[in-house]
């Protein structure tokens, strides 16, 4: 249970930063309503908090790990949402980028 909450927790604080910085970039660079930007900001926020509810108490670790998580996310974005087409060394990146967050997050410590 605890890796699937660690999953979801990282998914929706990526879909808070992505979708949040895609409507501020909607406001800013193609001249949108400003309601769109503080839409963003207002996510921005979310995606600020949601990181906290992780049990792992280093706040590094969490975020290294997450990093790994936004790349995919990024690049899943850009296909369902842009229409941009991945390439396979994308694809190959972002799998090694989910082969670092479980090593960072699960990796047996003493």
């Known amino acids: 249970m ?16 992505i979708g949040g910085g895609w409507l501020v970039w909607q406001w800013l660079r193609e001249g949108r309503s400003v309601l769109l ?3 963003g900001a207002a996510v921005l926020v979310l995606y600020g908090v949601i990181p906290t509810l992780q049990n792992e108490p280093a706040f590094g670790r969490v975020y290294a790990a997450y990093g790994g998580v936004f790349i995919v996310l990024a690049l899943l974005w850009g296909r369902v949402v842009d ?3 991945p390439d396979v ?4 990146g972002g799998a090694v980028a989910l082969v670092g967050v479980a090593i960072i997050m699960w990796a047996p410590r003493g």
């Open 83 to 85: 229409g941009w087409q």
């Open 2 to 17: 605890d890796i699937a909450r660690t999953a979801l927790l990282f998914v929706v604080a990526g879909l808070c930063e």
């Open 37 to 39: 930007g503080a839409a």
């Open 89 to 92: 060394w994308d694809l190959a």
